[in-house]
């Protein structure tokens, strides 16, 4: 993806000037992008002068940013121990097989991210998938195509 430089250096000018600006920035830049591309945070990294190597560590730290690409919408699959009981494992099996991708990875035509969970908190409606911010309670094999659908007509997701 090519980055517009003024759009980053727009999303700077929000915040502060200072190094304890970096968790904020780097939200917002996933927030534009979905992700964070390389340029964006070799520009973080010149605008509040720390190490590039030390804006990476914070990025890949927190599992809440990613330095990949992500879908436009996120699929995430429960394996915590109660899901997984109640099949989460078979769930992720037909997710990977229609989506055609492994956990952690984007379809080619960028519309899901695939993810696994250990727990979501929400233990007694396993086995559990969530599509952005929408659970999905009891899923079963057969409902996961249908699920998946709904996103791709609907074309839900951030952007
Ligand atoms: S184990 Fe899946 S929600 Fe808790």
Avoid: W
Wanted: proline content about 4%.
């Amino acid at each position: 993806m090519i980055i517009e430089v003024t759009k980053v250096e727009s999303l700077l000018q929000r915040h502060e000037r200072k190094k304890n600006s970096l968790l904020a920035v780097l939200q917002d830049i996933q927030d534009e992008y979905n992700y964070l591309p390389k340029e964006a945070l070799q520009i973080i990294s010149k605008h509040l002068e720390i190490p590039l190597i030390d804006v990476v560590g914070v990025a890949t730290f927190y599992r809440a940013f990613s330095l990949e690409p992500r879908g436009k919408h996120m699929c995430k699959v429960c394996l915590g121990t109660a899901c997984h009981i109640r099949g989460g494992p078979k769930i992720l099996d037909e997710v990977e097989k229609k989506l055609d991708v492994a956990p952690g990875q984007t379809t080619k035509d960028r519309q899901f991210t695939l993810e696994t969970v250990n727990c979501l908190g929400c233990c007694a409606i396993g086995p559990v998938m969530v599509v952005d911010e929408d659970y999905h309670a009891h899923v079963s094999t057969k409902q996961v195509d249908q699920i998946l659908k709904q996103y791709r007509k609907k074309g839900k997701g951030k952007k």
